[in-house]
């Protein structure tokens, strides 16, 4: 089968890019394998949760406008389609003298990232968080939980409304990844290598035609050891 795209990896970075592309070229067709049977299988479903705030990232950053957009744009996406967040704050707390000093740099750099902060003296935080000790604390009130595992699953349905094909987006291991065009030095185009662990398919099926010493010189050696997971 040939596609315009083809994104190897169902947890957010891979879910997310192929909404992005299609939001950009709706008649596109693009495929999305993950290895697994199920999407946000690995650090996407077990993770801590966290909607992070931006604040430790240098004013000015790339990182820092990202983590803020993407802080919007996730509770957005949880809120449209009925995932729960919870924007229970988050607490940074100093322990001594020293970690006080940090804490002010990280107050300053706070309002420079246009985040919200709240400082609080030892007595306030024994009186918002009873059960944690320390002689300051930052309250950043619009960090929240979100279940990203619950994410990752929704962007899969709204991909596979796209393809119709929700079964054969997981279970399927890219095996090898072959550049097939060039242009001015640079690849224009890349074939992937794809085995169904589906009962239909085998490896050797998906392989095809491909002659095995033909195939190993082009298998990136990164991809040879993922690939290794399910034989
Ligand atoms: C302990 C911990 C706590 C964290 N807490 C937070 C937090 O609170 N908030 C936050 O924003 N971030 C947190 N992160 C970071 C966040 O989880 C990751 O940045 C994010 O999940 C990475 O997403 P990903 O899509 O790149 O990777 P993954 O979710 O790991 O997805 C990669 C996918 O690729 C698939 N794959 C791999 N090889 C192949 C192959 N050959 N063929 C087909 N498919 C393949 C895998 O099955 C997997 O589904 C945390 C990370 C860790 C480790």
Known sequence: MRYDYCV????????????????????????????????????????????????????????????????????????????????????????????????????????????????????????????????????????GIVDYGAIAKVMGWKLSLHHRDPNGTTASDVEALRAVGYADGQVQAITAFIALRLAFSTINDALGAVPDDELSASVDPKVRDVVTWGR
């Open 8 to 143: 190897v990896g169902g947890g957010i970075v891979g879910l997310a890019t192929a909404m992005a592309i299609l939001d950009r070229q709706p008649g596109a067709s693009l495929r999305l394998v993950d290895k697994e049977r199920s999407l946000g299988a690995h650090q996407t479903g077990h993770n801590s949760g966290v909607i992070h705030s931006g604040i430790y990232y240098a004013p000015g950053s790339l990182k820092a406008r990202l983590c803020r957009e993407g802080a919007q744009a996730t509770k957005g996406f949880a809120a449209d389609h009925g995932i729960r967040v919870d924007v229970c704050g988050k607490l940074l707390v100093a322990t001594d003298a020293a970690e006080l000093t940090r804490m002010d740099a990280l107050y300053a750099r706070s309002h420079a990232n246009d985040v919200e902060v709240e400082r609080l003296d030892a007595g306030e935080l024994q009186q918002r968080e009873p059960n944690v000790r320390g002689v300051g604390a930052l309250f950043v009130p619009a960090t």
